[in-house]
């Protein structure tokens, strides 16, 4: 732990698995406290939650919230910022990720993903404001390549993802003056999606790569904890992590 992150408390949406817990791994590595955002994922989120205790004591806790609950936002919000006295980084991660092709779309879809990806950011940023002003902090939303280029049979999640890249633009603009830095990362090729993906065309995503590998969580978790702790004259900007793909080699 060093002085930058002594005490200082990150607040994580879905942040009980994959992408979510590297990057709560990560920012506890740097002696950050952790608080895991989890909506169904409760074993999990306090398995995570028991791991980083054991490392540090009384350094991560876990809140559980429907993020698609708008008026439960704001005491998630809260309720982060209450446990240590304060709130420094916002990790705006959850997400949810499936095809919706045109003439399959239906309204829940929409409602969905725009929900998970885009609305929930929205209000959970305007919550942690107050707090992120006291400190200075940050937010940071978890974007996507696909937020920029789209991906066939699925323009609901990439239209989301463009607001989010969109949002995080405006609101370092106007968060600017309050000393709060509102960045995005952009995975590319980092984890396959729960649901299964042909092999071919696995392949086919990593030939269009630079590096013509796939990268891992850990590769965004560490632009995250950058992004955080380091990039103090950095703000409205995404920052793709892709092995390059975003150069569309």
């Known amino acids: 732990m ?5 005490n200082k408390t990150a607040l994580i949406t879905g942040g009980a698995a994959r992408i979510g817990a590297e990057i709560a791994r990560t920012l506890h590595d740097a002696g950050m406290n952790i608080v895991i955002h989890y909506r169904s994922s409760e074993d999990k989120a306090r398995a995570l939650c028991d791991d980083l205790n054991s490392k540090r004591e009384n350094s991560a806790a876990c809140l559980q919230a429907d993020l698609h609950d708008t008026p439960a936002l704001t005491p998630l919000v809260d309720q982060a910022a209450a446990i240590w006295g304060r709130l420094d980084v916002l990790v705006n991660n959850a997400s949810s990720f499936y095809p919706t092709p045109v003439g399959e779309i239906t309204e829940a879809h929409w409602d969905d993903l725009m929900g998970s990806n885009l609305k929930a950011p929205v209000f959970l940023s305007q919550a942690a404001t107050p707090h ?7 937010i940071i939303n978890i974007v996507d390549v696909h937020g920029f280029r789209p991906m066939k049979e699925h323009p609901v999640y990439c239209a989301a ?14 968060l600017g003056p309050a000393e709060i830095r509102v960045n995005g990362v952009a995975p590319g090729a980092i984890m396959w999606p729960a649901c299964e993906l042909d092999p071919d065309v696995q392949d086919s995503i990593i030939d269009r790569t630079a590096l013509k590998r796939q990268g891992g969580p850990d590769d965004i978790a560490t632009t995250v904890r950058f992004l955080a702790l380091e990039g103090k004259y950095i703000t409205g900007q995404v920052i793709p992590v892709c092995g390059g793909r975003s150069i569309n080699i």
Do not use: P
Not at 2 to 6: A, G, L, M, R, Y
């Open 2 to 6: 060093t002085q930058q992150t002594q």
């Open 132 to 138: 992120l002003h006291k400190t200075q902090g940050c």
């Open 161 to 174: 993802k463009a607001g989010l890249a969109m949002l995080t633009q405006s609101l370092a603009k106007e």
